[in-house]
Nanobody
Framework: QLQLVESGGGLVQPGGSLRLSCAASGFTLDYYAIGWFRQAPGKEREGVGCISSRGGNTNYADSVKGRFTISKDNAKNTVYLQMNSLKPEDTAIYYC??????????????????WGQGTQVTVSS
C-alpha cells in the first residue's frame, strides 16, 4: 500500500508563509523522487517543484523560484514545501506525487504514478 498525504494548507495573507508536508507510507522516500503540483479552479495542473530520491537535486517552476523550497526529512519519511512571499496567484490545491520507475526530478506530471489527496492553499487579504 503506497500512500502520500499532504497537510499544512490554509488561509494566509499576501506576503505570508506556509509549510506544506507530504508524508509517505507503505514505501520509503529514499527510493522515489517527489514532485509538488498545484491546480487552481479552471486552470490546468502546474508543476511547482521536485526533489530527487536522494535529495541532491531540486527543480522549481520559474513562477516560484526564490520563494519556494523543497526539502526532505528521511527520519520522518516526509517531504516539505516551504512557501514564502505568497501571492494571490499561488492560490490552488497543492499535491505531492511520486513516480513508479524514476528517481530523477521532473516537473512533468505524466511521469508520476502516486498522488496525494491535495491540500488547499488560499492567499487572500
Amino acid at each position: 500500500q503506497l500512500q502520500l498525504v499532504e497537510s499544512g494548507g490554509g488561509l494566509v495573507q499576501p506576503g505570508g508563509s506556509l509549510r506544506l508536508s507530504c508524508a509517505a507510507s507503505g514505501f520509503t522516500l529514499d527510493y522515489y523522487a517527489i514532485g509538488w503540483f498545484r491546480q487552481a479552479p479552471g486552470k490546468e495542473r502546474e508543476g511547482v517543484g521536485c526533489i530527487s530520491s536522494r535529495g541532491g537535486n531540486t527543480n522549481y517552476a520559474d513562477s516560484v523560484k526564490g520563494r519556494f523550497t523543497i526539502s526532505k526529512d528521511n527520519a520522518k519519511n516526509t517531504v516539505y514545501l516551504q512557501m514564502n512571499s505568497l501571492k494571490p496567484e499561488d492560490t490552488a490545491i497543492y499535491y505531492c506525487a511520486a513516480p513508479r520507475l524514476l528517481r530523477s526530478c521532473t516537473l512533468l506530471g505524466s511521469t508520476y504514478d502516486y498522488w496525494g489527496q491535495g491540500t488547499q492553499v488560499t492567499v487572500s487579504s
